[in-house]
């Protein structure tokens, strides 16, 4: 993430350029050929192919600055030499395509946090009930059978803080991501080609 200044703003116009047509800051990327976007390790000569991890952290983190209130555009920068519009088009198609699998994978972990927070929830709960009805019904003396029940009550409390720490904490740093995958599905995306001097 870009770092903000003693204002705590982060000096966005010295970044990226800004469209006051669209309210819109543009995020450029610059490569020399196509096969730049995708990611060296992916061989597939067909659809669905990978993006470049680089380029990925790199919208990631642009995305991350960019305040909410203003939309995104993503150029990207090619030689005017290379031009291909099949490639083109089968470029901003895989741009999508990929982040929104990334926006698919990331709602389930956030799905998996809630269910585990559940799950912590019906156990904390459980534990501290049966603590309860065992102090209530039953009389332990035994210092052993003591301790065990102190364990159990609090396991249960431990159980219970792991349900707030997973249901407050832990998802909005996912949700945040989830966003920023959106912000992607619904920007524009376009090629800008320039003749090499």
Same mark, same amino acid.
């Given at each position: 993430?870009?770092?903000?200044?003693?204002?705590?703003?982060?000096?966005?116009?010295?970044?990226?350029?800004?469209?006051?047509?669209?309210?819109?800051?543009?995020?450029?990327?610059?490569?020399?050929?196509?096969?730049?976007?995708?990611?060296?390790?992916?061989?597939?000569?067909?659809?669905?192919?990978?993006?470049?991890?680089?380029?990925?952290?790199?919208?990631?983190?642009?995305?991350?600055?960019?305040?909410?209130?203003?939309?995104?555009?993503?150029?990207?920068?090619?030689?005017?030499?290379?031009?291909?519009?099949?490639?083109?088009?089968?470029?901003?198609?895989?741009?999508?395509?990929?982040? &929104?699998? =990334?926006?698919?994978? !990331?709602? +389930?972990?956030?799905? @998996?946090? #809630?269910?585990?927070?559940?799950?912590?929830? %019906? /156990?904390?709960?459980?534990?501290?009930?049966?603590?309860?009805?065992?102090?209530?019904?039953?009389?332990?003396?035994?210092?052993?059978?003591?301790?065990?029940?102190?364990?159990?009550?609090?396991?249960?409390?431990?159980?219970?803080?792991?349900?707030?720490?997973? &249901?407050? =904490?832990?998802?909005? !740093?996912? +949700?945040?991501?989830? @966003?920023? #995958?959106?912000?992607?599905?619904?920007?524009? %995306? /376009?090629?800008?080609?320039?003749?090499?001097?």
């Amino acid at each position: 993430m870009i770092f903000k200044n003693l204002k705590n703003e982060i000096k966005l116009d010295e970044l990226f350029r800004f469209d006051k047509k669209t309210n819109s800051y543009i995020i450029d990327i610059f490569v020399d050929h196509y096969e730049a976007l995708y990611s060296s390790l992916d061989f597939s000569p067909f659809k669905n192919r990978d993006l470049d991890d680089e380029l990925i952290v790199y919208l990631e983190d642009s995305i991350e600055d960019i305040p909410f209130r203003y939309n995104l555009l993503v150029n990207i920068n090619m030689p005017q030499n290379i031009y291909d519009q099949v490639k083109e088009t089968k470029g901003i198609k895989e741009i999508k395509h990929y982040f &929104l699998y =990334l926006h698919k994978k !990331k709602k +389930k972990e956030i799905y @998996k946090i #809630y269910r585990s927070a559940m799950r912590n929830f %019906i /156990s904390g709960i459980l534990f501290i009930f049966a603590v309860s009805i065992i102090k209530k019904y039953i009389s332990v003396t035994h210092l052993a059978w003591e301790i065990v029940i102190e364990g159990f009550y609090v396991g249960g409390w431990v159980f219970l803080w792991e349900f707030f720490s997973l &249901l407050f =904490l832990d998802p909005s !740093k996912e +949700k945040s991501k989830l @966003k920023q #995958y959106q912000r992607v599905l619904v920007s524009k %995306i /376009s090629y800008t080609y320039h003749n090499k001097s």
